[in-house]
């Protein structure tokens, strides 16, 4: 069984960071292209960042470029969303993804088969 789980968020002062962490078990990370998404309040998930098996490449959101970055190690099952310069427009719960294959769109929904339950992220002063 597949599980992800989610951690590191909090409430942060607008220009501050966070690193959010996701831990993958039950199957190899490399199996697997990771996403992050996000839920403001009363809007829908949307889209933020993935990476694709080795790390090499990477999707971003456009309102989050140059803010947020994603990396992996797949030898310790984890994948991060180190977020920057943080805005207060940034709170939301974001939710870790996990997609197998590799046709389809990262940025799509509907072609992760694996969530985690989110953490989430206030920022705020």
């Known amino acids: 069984q597949v599980q992800l789980v989610e951690s590191g968020g909090g409430l942060v002062q607008p220009g501050g960071s966070l690193r959010l962490s996701c831990v993958v078990s039950g199957r190899d990370l490399s199996d697997f292209i990771m996403g992050w998404f996000r839920q403001a309040p009363g809007k829908e998930r949307e889209f933020t960042a993935a990476i694709n098996w080795s790390g090499y490449n990477r999707y971003y959101e456009e309102s989050v470029k140059g803010r947020f970055t994603i990396s992996r190690d797949n030898a310790k099952n984890t994948v991060w969303l180190h977020m920057s310069s943080l805005r207060p427009e940034d709170t939301a719960v974001y939710y870790c993804?996990?997609?197998?294959?590799?046709?389809?769109?990262?940025?799509?929904?509907?072609?992760?088969?694996?969530w985690g339950l989110g953490t989430k992220v206030t920022v705020s002063s």
């Open positions: 993804a996990a997609k197998t294959g590799n046709t389809g769109l990262v940025t799509m929904e509907a072609e992760y088969s694996y």
